[in-house]
């Protein structure tokens, strides 16, 4: 989108916020961080879609869920405990609620 001609004649991409917005986009460290919260919050997702779901699955299938969506969580983070901790406890915590 940054890219493109269009945004380059768009007013606001000229201006300081436009510039500034840009150069977050096309960093190198901004994509992989959004690579990282796909790859965290995707299994999360699929889980409330089978939640959220006209049939509703047992409680036990639910419970089994979200531990099979904390291990890609692990994995992401080469299971250091100390990455990944904030990011299971999250979990965790809404699932206790």
Do not use: Q
């Amino acid at each position: 989108m940054v890219t493109s001609s269009e945004f380059h004649v768009w007013r606001p991409s000229r201006s300081t916020r436009g510039k500034i917005s840009k150069e977050i986009i096309l960093d190198s460290k901004f994509r992989n961080d959004c690579l990282v919260i796909r790859k965290i919050v995707g299994p999360l997702i699929r889980l409330l879609h089978i939640v959220d779901s006209d049939e509703k699955p047992a409680l036990g299938y639910v419970y089994e869920g979200i531990h099979r969506a904390r291990k890609p969580i692990k994995e992401i983070f080469r299971n250091k405990k100390r990455l990944y901790r904030l990011n299971t406890r999250i979990a965790k915590a809404r699932w206790d609620k």
